[in-house]
């Protein structure tokens, strides 16, 4: 059995009020038609068509190889924008599915109902309908004695008495394949708005003596479309509630889920506390055992086991098992911390590798830079990697102590075992095992290396 999709992508959204297409504005951090096309990639067999037309090329644009496009224009209503997808999709599907991409909060599973459901259904088409007293104006969803749908009912139209039924249209279909191309075509045009309205394919199938069928759903809240920007704050706090509910199912505690912050494709091993106020965006991946915030940013990154971040701030970078950084620290993008590193408050870290046991003082800035293990980095401490044209590289090795206030003047190297005195500015390059002091630092003398206890 095989699945198509169409996504419905191509009005122009005017009650949101934005230069940004409807379907590109986020919902939990990306587009609502991200969220979209996901759910119904659990049940495709084929590549969704999207079919774009207000703010077509920042929608392909996006999107690239994840679907096909087809270009409504003019935009003559939904059944004319379902049949653009007939040229890329006839003969290559046995049902389609069919739904807006403004209604992000539409699952997998719901997708899978609808098409389970149309597998058994002698008849063309099953529908998705949900019972609520707020018709937000959807469709009203007449059944007929044998409890088939009979009519779809658009409010602009319907008498009193319709306007009291309280099934309503969500607006997903799944269809036999064939059959609906054919039935795309009879739609008339509607005399009062100059379109053609997909739900007049209930009529086609009645006008064949077909059964359409409707699975009622059950969550209102799932079927929420948005409109205007009302509209995507409520589905906005849905999505985040789902979401958060998701992880703390997986073991993750949140101590107030209403002030986090978590987006879809961000992965938290068991046992991690997120505090109140916490950030947790894009591609990130946090281990087990961590603690992250309150009050902390993370962004494309990716944090180890037994990690502690206390009110930080942290994009593009890498933490491995066991760092603290915070409070007040920040990891912008390229900063890997290695093994049990310790980074206090203040503290910046920018394209830098820190190896195993690195302790950064605070107010320290640390750029393009290379560390050892087990060195100190004293308060105070800045790489000076940048001379206004281009950045140059800083050198630290194993078992360094730098000083406070010490100026690291990049290019430069400090051996291992080197210590630097406080407030020294260090523009050329300290042997191993030697105490550069001073403005501009040297080297004073040799010293001898305690060694570890075995």
């Known amino acids: 059995m095989k699945v198509a999709a169409v996504l419905l992508a191509a009005g122009q959204g005017i009650r949101m009020h934005s230069a940004t297409p409807k379907v590109l504005h986020a919902l939990c951090g990306k587009p609502m038609l991200w969220h979209a096309l ?37 935009q003559l209503g939904t059944a004319h924008a379902a049949l653009q997808a007939e040229a890329l999709l006839k003969g290559k599907s046995d049902y389609v599915v069919v739904t807006y991409a403004d209604m992000p909060l539409l699952r997998g599973e719901t997708f899978q109902q609808l098409v389970d459901r149309q597998r058994s259904n002698p008849g063309p088409a099953t529908m998705l309908t949900v019972m609520a007293d707020d018709p937000r104006g959807f469709g009203r969803v007449l059944r007929a004695a044998d409890g088939t749908v009979e009519a779809i009912i658009e409010e602009f139209v319907a008498t009193p008495e319709q306007l009291q039924i309280r099934e309503l249209n969500v607006g997903a279909y799944c269809f036999e394949a064939g059959w609906l191309w054919e039935a795309l075509r009879q739609i008339q045009q509607n005399p009062k708005k100059g379109e053609y309205y997909l739900t007049d394919v209930v009529e086609i199938a009645r006008r064949g003596k077909k059964a359409v069928q409707a ?9 929420i479309g948005i409109n205007n920007r009302v509209h995507l704050a409520e589905a906005e706090a849905a999505m985040r509630q789902r979401i958060n509910r998701a992880h703390m199912l997986r073991g993750v505690s949140l101590a107030d889920p209403a002030s986090t912050y978590i987006e879809p494709e961000v992965t938290i091993g068991e046992d991690t506390l997120v505090q109140p106020n916490t950030h947790i965006l894009g591609s990130t991946a946090i281990g087990r055992g ?3 915030g309150p009050n902390t940013i993370v962004i494309d990154s990716t944090i180890g086991d037994g990690c502690t971040v206390l009110a930080s701030v942290m994009q593009g970078a890498v933490l491995e098992d066991n760092v603290k950084i915070g409070p007040f620290a920040r990891l912008r993008r390229g900063a890997h911390l290695a093994k049990h590193v310790h980074m206090g408050n203040f503290g910046e870290v920018k394209d830098s590798y820190l190896g195993p046991g690195v302790k950064v003082g605070h107010f320290s800035y640390i750029g393009n830079a290379t560390i050892g293990e087990n060195t100190n980095i004293g308060a105070g401490t800045i790489t000076c990697n940048y001379d206004g044209e281009k950045k140059s590289p800083t050198e630290i090795g194993a078992d360094v102590f730098i000083g406070s206030d010490t100026m690291l003047v990049a290019p430069v190297k400090v051996g291992d075992g080197a210590r630097t005195g406080a407030g020294a500015v260090v523009t050329r390059d300290v042997p191993p095992d030697t105490l550069a002091v001073g403005m501009p630092a040297r080297g004073i003398r040799k010293l001898t290396r305690k060694r570890k206890q075995d």
Not at 62 to 72: C, D, I, S, V
Not at 215 to 223: F, G, K, P, Q, S
């Open 215 to 223: 699975v009622v759903h059950a969550d209102l809240v799932e079927t």
């Open 38 to 74: 996901r759910a119904v990639k659990e049940v495709c067999t084929e590549k969704p068509v999207i079919v774009i037309g207000h703010g077509a090329q920042p929608v392909k644009a996006f999107f690239g190889e994840e679907a096909a496009f087809a270009l409504q224009e003019p």
């Open 290 to 292: 961590s603690l992250i």
